[in-house]
């Protein structure tokens, strides 16, 4: 029996309704499938799509906002015009929902990563490429950004250096202002109350400070020192350019503020500085107890004296190497290395070039049993200079069995002297090689029988210097480097002398 025809249209409706649900379901993705598993509607969870990684967030995300956005919309389009849309029967309206309570703004997707999760974040980027110019220009995005980004674990090491450093840029006074913005981001209360981002700052590098942010140094000594006074316990390598401002940061270091300091360099730039530098010896040495490396390079040193009476300083007992090398006039003398060196029985490197007024009886009365780098080098030396002619016996028969390079460059020892000093080499006990794989005898009185005998007793040269030594034949005055050249430096050596003349 065939149903009535009133209800056969209804029924055709309901098949093309479930029809069309079949379609939708057969036409949507599996990546869409999976997206609702993870973030299922009503469950006031969206998902974050990266590179790298998939972040399921709480509230309502923007992808839903625009759902219903678009959903709204397609309500209020009009019906398509046309005779087969106007002989469809018009569904009943059904009731609306209740309005759900209007929501504040979205502030985006950044504010609900939690804190930890962006410190991370930001950890791997900073481990990459440092914290600037990154965590400044991140700590604009928002207050949740600025919040990790000022977190004191990211700010271990910093480097600050003005752009285009070194070149000629126009408006520069808009340039610096612009930098000096940046600082006052960085420093907000200036070094002297430590910003709380440098909490936990173990390297920090200026680069070109002086020449583009001029107005930064006019409070330059008075930062610098602000920072040491705060930092300085934890401060372990400084390096410093001399200039006018460094009397002030070296004050400071005497004044113990850096107790744990185990590297300290001074040097000049390239624009020699002809002002000395004033550093009491005893004083460093109460300041910085625990110094292992003392380099005070190109400058022009003067000590301050002793005085009658006065006892020596605690020294540097930690000290490994001291350079004190200069191209220039150079005060330091034996009284003055002694006052340095008292204390220091690790000493393994000294670097004495330039130095003229230390002699080898000075050299010889060092606590410093286990030197194994001797750099006595004389470069640019006038010619009315006083050279010593005798004693280089002494360093030899001190540290033959320890020294690994010997530079005697320029020194004005005698023929006899030399032979004598370098002699300690092969009076090595029978079975051992002395260590010296480094000898530089430039500009010396050296004789072919002297090198002979010290290449044959040092198998482990491997730097050999000969330039400009007048006693040598013609085609033997240069360097040699490795153990071939030095084995056949030896191999001429011997030809020639057993040759007659």
Known sequence: MAPPPARRPRRRAIRRARSSLLVGSRDRSAEDWWWDRLAPSGSEYHLMQADSMLLVLPGLGPSRARAHRRASRRAQRPPPSGSVAAAKPRPRPR???????????????????????????????????????????????????????????????????PPLAGR????????????????????????????????????????????????VLKVESTAVVSFLEEAGSRMRKLWLTYSSQTTAILGALLSSCCPHLQVLEVSTSINHNNTPLQLPIEALQKGC???????????????????????????????????????????????????????SPNLRLLDLRGCTRITPAGLHDLPCPELEQLHLGLYGVSDRLTLVKE??????????????????????????DLEQALAAFSGTPSGSHPALCSLNL??????????????????????????????????????????????????????SHASPS
């Open 95 to 161: 009731p609306e929902p209740a309005p759900a309570p209007e929501q504040g703004p979205d502030a985006g997707w950044g504010d609900r990563i939690p804190l930890e999760v962006l410190v991370e974040i930001f950890g791997l980027l900073v481990a990459a490429d440092g914290p600037m110019p990154f965590l400044g220009r991140a700590a604009r995005v928002c207050r949740r950004w600025h919040e990790a980004a000022s977190q004191p674990a990211l700010w271990h090491t910093v480097t600050l250096s």
């Open 391 to 416: 004693g280089s016996s002494l360093l030899t028969q001190k540290w033959y069995h320890t020294l690994r390079e010997l530079d005697l460059s320029g020194q004005g020892f005698s023929e006899k």
């Open 289 to 343: 107890p625990q110094l292992q490396v003392l380099r005070l390079l190109n400058l022009t040193w003067l000590p301050k004296p002793s005085g009658r009476g006065v006892a020596l300083g605690p020294g540097f007992p930690s000290l490994e190497e001291l350079c004190l090398a200069s191209s220039t006039c150079n005060f330091v003398s034996n009284e003055v290395l002694g006052r340095l060196l008292h204390g």
């Open 168 to 215: 000629a840029v126009k408006g520069n006074v808009k340039a610096e202002k612009k930098l000096l913005a940046s600082l006052e981001w960085l420093m907000p209360n200036r070094w002297a109350s430590m910003s709380p981002r440098f909490s936990q700052l173990q390297r920090l590098t200026l680069i070109h400070w002086k020449s583009q942010v001029h107005p």
């Open 442 to 495: 430039r500009a010396t009185r050296v004789t072919p029988n002297t090198v002979s005998t010290v290449v044959s007793s040092c198998p482990s040269l491997l730097y050999l210097n000969l330039e400009s030594c007048r006693c040598l034949p013609r085609g033997l005055k240069r360097a040699y480097r490795g153990v071939e050249e030095v084995q056949w430096c030896l191999e001429q050596l011997l030809t």
